[in-house]
Nanobody, 115 residues
Framework: VQLVESGGALVQPGGSLTLSCVASTRIFSLTAMGWYRQAPGKQRALVATITSNMITNYADSVKGRFTISRDNAKKTVYLQMNSLKPEDAAVYYC??????????WGKGTLVTVSS
């Protein structure tokens, strides 16, 4: 399984950005997907997850600002990020969990929030 993230960029505080992650797996619709982020000097942390049944979960710090979604036909998971803050700056990683407990990670995409 390969996960390829895209969409990271430099954005001003208050701005918006959408990240995408394309998965190379035939069982994408059966997987749970997630976005995590890691800022310099910090541990990787959960941002949002979405199950195969479209149940979503968010870190408290992004609730109301970020939206995770998935398009099973395109094997893609998205993270819409609004009202970005400097503390949202990080490398964002896509994560995939299979029904058998296997886990995969993408290589990450960099989001910089600065004026």
């Amino acid at each position: 399984v390969q996960l390829v993230e895209s969409g990271g960029a430099l954005v001003q505080p208050g701005g918006s950005l959408t990240l995408s992650c394309v998965a190379s797996t035939r069982i994408f619709s059966l997987t749970a997907m997630g976005w995590y982020r890691q800022a310099p000097g910090k541990q990787r942390a959960l941002v949002a997850t979405i199950t195969s049944n479209m149940i979503t979960n968010y870190a408290d710090s992004v609730k109301g600002r970020f939206t995770i979604s998935r398009d099973n036909a395109k094997k893609t998971v998205y993270l819409q990020m609004n009202s970005l803050k400097p503390e949202d700056a990080a490398v964002y990683y896509c994560n995939l969990h299979t029904t058998t407990g296997l886990e995969y990670w993408g290589k990450g995409t960099l989001v910089t929030v600065s004026s």
